[in-house]
């Protein structure tokens, strides 16, 4: 469990990296759409039989990430669009 927090942490940050702008969210809201990147990720490695959904392989890292920038990209617009 910690492995998949340590993850979802790197898996968030790699995902604000990739993300255009400049993102204003937290440390927790970035751990957090990072473990939700690696769910997605998991799910799809798992779907497509190349893993488990809590195994790290490169498949599910990569969907992980492309999940994560999308999750951050769509926070960060909602928050944007709160604050008007």
């Known amino acids: 469990m910690i492995g998949f ?3 979802g942490l790197v898996i968030g940050a790699l995902a604000r990296l990739f993300t255009p702008g400049k993102q204003k ?3 927790l809201w970035t751990l ?3 473990l939700a990147g690696s ?3 998991g799910v799809v490695a798992n ?3 190349t893993g488990g959904i809590f195994e790290l392989n490169v498949l599910g890292f ?3 990430v492309i999940a994560s ?3 951050v990209g769509t926070a960060e617009g909602l ?3 709160s604050k008007r």
Do not use: E, N, P
Request: hydrophobic fraction near 80%; aromatic fraction near 0%.
């Open 5 to 7: 927090i340590v993850a």
């Open 79 to 81: 928050a944007a669009r």
């Open 25 to 27: 969210l937290g440390l």
């Open 47 to 49: 779907v497509l039989g």
């Open 39 to 41: 769910v997605i990720g």
């Open 69 to 71: 920038v999308l999750l």
């Open 32 to 34: 957090l759409l990072g």
């Open 62 to 64: 990569v969907v992980a």
